[in-house]
């Protein structure tokens, strides 16, 4: 079966462009994750959506973050315009519905660097 | 104060050595679950295992066991007969109750493993 599935793998872009990530959640899961790891502070939860409604978006960073899930198979982190700070590893998980013990099951993650 | 505390940076161990990787953690809520992740140098996040709080075993999966004290709030991860390919970062998380809206993962800092040949 396919896993999570993030988009581009790699990004470099200059500061004051928008960057726009992508994730495919795993068939019939219905959460989805996005989390940002860097150095600094570690794994950090963004926003998370159930069956495509956003459910806590309070560790978006501010509001040059948004993040939408159009379907139960897409999602995009958008930051617009993107600064250096924001350079780090943001990961896309998902999970099933049903059970405290389901896992999140996470992407590759997308290596984001603005210059 | 931190929810999930790994209080090992870094580790080394011989192969073919048990190792165990400290967590602790903070909750108040009676209903939790835990779970270990690891992370190889290539950077996936791979889940490993995990133990409900109401869980009576410790859960086991493969080489990887999870010493479970309830009291002490510790869920330390024990990796048996170590290989090469165990080299990781080790996350421990926590997830806070049961009811919808809890779906919240909080991870500790990671403890950077290296098994040495």
């Known amino acids: 079966d396919a896993g999570v599935i993030q988009s581009p793998r790699h990004e470099v872009t200059e500061m004051g462009q928008e960057v726009t990530l992508r994730c495919k959640p795993i068939s019939g899961h219905d959460y989805l994750f996005w989390y940002r790891q860097t150095m600094m502070r570690g794994l950090e939860l963004l926003i998370y959506?159930?069956?495509?409604?956003?459910?806590?978006d309070s560790g978006m960073p501010e509001d040059r973050f948004s993040a939408k899930m159009p379907n139960a198979s897409f999602s995009t982190l958008k930051i617009q315009p993107s600064e250096p700070r924001d350079s780090a590893v943001y990961f896309c998980?998902?999970?099933?519905?049903?059970?405290?013990?389901?896992?999140?099951?996470f992407g590759d993650g997308t290596r984001l660097s603005i210059l | 104060a931190q929810k999930i505390t790994q209080t090992q940076p870094g580790m080394f161990v011989q192969e073919k050595e048990a190792v165990t990787l400290d967590c602790t953690y903070d909750?108040?809520?009676?209903?939790?679950?835990l779970f270990w992740y690891k992370q190889p140098s290539s950077g996936e996040m791979i889940f490993l295992i995990y133990?409900?709080?109401?869980?009576?075993q410790n859960a086991t999966e493969g080489r990887y066991s999870l010493n479970f004290q309830k009291a002490r709030k510790s869920a330390n991860l024990v990796i048996s007969a170590s290989q090469l390919g165990d080299s990781a970062m080790y996350f421990c998380a926590m997830r806070e109750g049961r009811h919808f809206g809890n779906e919240k993962l909080t991870f500790g800092t990671g403890t950077r493993l290296t098994i040495i040949p």
């Open positions: 133990q409900g709080s109401y869980d009576q």
């Open positions: 998980a998902s999970s099933a519905r049903t059970g405290s013990n389901q896992p999140q099951h």
């Open positions: 909750t108040s809520d009676p209903s939790y679950g």
């Open positions: 959506f159930n069956n495509n409604v956003p459910i806590d």
